[in-house]
């Protein structure tokens, strides 16, 4: 991975996405996480959240393996991992082109909204001991992406939550981090009365 300034905004990590996109026709994942730099960890958990909750998540086991990517990123947050380190047969996996300039057109309305109303607020959500509860939080949502392909729009909403709990981590805004676990909440809740 670069070594690259890490980005510090949602506009930032599409405007990386965008970037890295190939002029071909596919596009490999490991070129758009390794735009983000090789100890961004937290832009490099954005990438996936932000495709989840794009167009791109109705494609068959995208969500999947968005899911994966996030459970990485979020565990070796929550180990202490200074250098990021996903397999390569994740890395070598490739995605359309086309698809990506889609949802990144998708995304830029949505992520300049975010932007506009992020500051720092409830900041103390987003340092230690609390940001160990978001990068469990986030561990959580992308072990269970994978499961959730089964309910149209879940793993959508799961990757929602990570978004918003990630813009926390950029941004110190805690506020977005109490909407990122009222989501998981819902979610849990909602599955657990229908399993009932």
Known sequence: ?????????????????????????????????????????????????????????GVPGFSSVCGIIIALVSFQLLIGRQELWLPDIIKRRRIPSRWLERATRSLWRPARWFDRHTRPRLSFLAVAPFDRLIYLACTFCGVTMPFMELLPFTSSLMGMAVVLMSLTLLVRDGLFALAGYSMIGLLVTSGAMLVM
């Open 1 to 57: 991975m670069s070594d690259s300034f890490p980005p510090e905004a949602i506009t930032d990590v599409i405007e990386e996405i965008h970037e890295a996109v190939d002029d071909g026709e596919e596009t490999h994942v490991g070129d758009l996480l390794e735009s983000m730099g090789r100890s961004s960890f937290v832009p490099v958990m954005m990438v996936p959240a932000l495709a989840v909750v794009s167009p791109l998540s």
